[in-house]
């Protein structure tokens, strides 16, 4: 039998969405830990690839837990083991590669930025080029919910860059990707969030859910790419 992968929680409302709808269509076994309620992270050379989930952690904060997320991530990645973070999971990925996790400079919060334009992504020359992205546009729609950023080191190759954040998808290792935004949204995780956070409870309910109906099956689609690509450079597809 193949190696489960192995999904990393941080909190109960930040599963992983249309991530795990992926994973049942093409029956790939995969085992989720959720470190808020005391599990122990499992020894990462016993899953074929991770995928890391975000959270209201900080990546810099100086607790037994983060400390051995942190430890777990870099024996990910000098095993070359296949890695997918996302948010505060391409947070703990930079920090663990050596980069730097501060605060944004404007938080950036649902599907719109300050401007009122919306949040988009685009691929660098090295982010298009990257299979990770194969299938898809050079300049993506997303939904963001973060607070901090991320630094790079000279190790690390930025694959897309936003227009308030700049560092927005990156590559840490040959197969150790991460993205800031939330490309597993599904209107069930949206309406969880909704009821929970507190900058996204500031703003208008009604059109939040309106424009993710409106962009839904693109969205999905982009995810959905994104996460066959990831799951075709483990090996797993």
Partial sequence: M???????????HEGPGLLAGVLDRYSIPFQTVDLSRGTPYPDPRNYSAVITLGGPQSA???TAVMLNELANIRTILQNNIPYLGICLGMQVLVKAAGGEVKPCTVKETGFSGPDGHPFTVDLTQEGIQDPLFNGLGTNLRVFQLHGETVMLNNAMTLLATGKTCAHQIVKAA??????QSHFELTPQLLHSWLSIDNDLQAMDRGKLIDFFREI??????????????????????
């Fill in 216 to 237: 839904q099956s693109d969205y999905e689609k982009t995810g959905t790419t994104v996460l066959k690509n990831f799951l075709r450079i483990a090996q797993i597809i």
């Fill in 2 to 12: 193949s190696r489960p992968l192995l999904i990393i929680q941080h909190v109960p």
């Fill in 60 to 62: 810099n904060d100086d």
């Fill in 174 to 179: 040959s197969r150790a990707y991460g993205i």
